[in-house]
């Protein structure tokens, strides 16, 4: 089984910063793709950005304010967010397509982090 665990989501001022970490830990054989995805109450989860494939993919909302990043050798994802918006408020959950040590391929999730831009 892959875990994952999110950390630094809290409470900021609009036009600040915070730095999500997502670490996945368990038995894993291989991880393709990390990312993060976000979801307010009463609106589905979307994807915030993704790093997979010698790709990176960001959802045009948090273009040149948000930057992901992954630590291969520690499975780590962070999420650096900037000048942090109000509609920016949402749980914040890591997403990992990873192989296990038994071989099979399964997406996994965290159990999310809030985040909270007041104005």
């Known amino acids: 089984q892959v875990q994952l665990v999110e950390s630094g989501g809290g409470l900021v001022q609009a036009g600040g910063s915070l730095r999500l970490s997502c670490a996945a830990s368990g038995m894993i054989f291989r991880i393709n793709g990390m990312g993060w995805y976000r979801q307010a109450p009463g609106k589905q989860r979307e994807l915030v950005a993704l790093?997979?494939?010698?790709?990176?993919n960001y959802a045009d909302s948090v273009k040149g304010r948000f930057t992901i990043s992954r630590d291969y050798a520690k499975n780590t994802v962070d999420l650096q967010m900037n000048s942090l918006k109000p509609e920016d408020t949402a749980v914040y959950y890591c997403?990992?397509?990873?192989?296990?040590?038994?071989?099979?391929?399964?997406?996994?999730w965290g159990q999310g982090t809030q985040v909270t831009v007041s104005s």
């Open positions: 790093i997979s494939g010698g790709r990176i």
């Open positions: 997403n990992a397509d990873a192989i296990g040590a038994r071989g099979y391929r399964d997406e996994y």
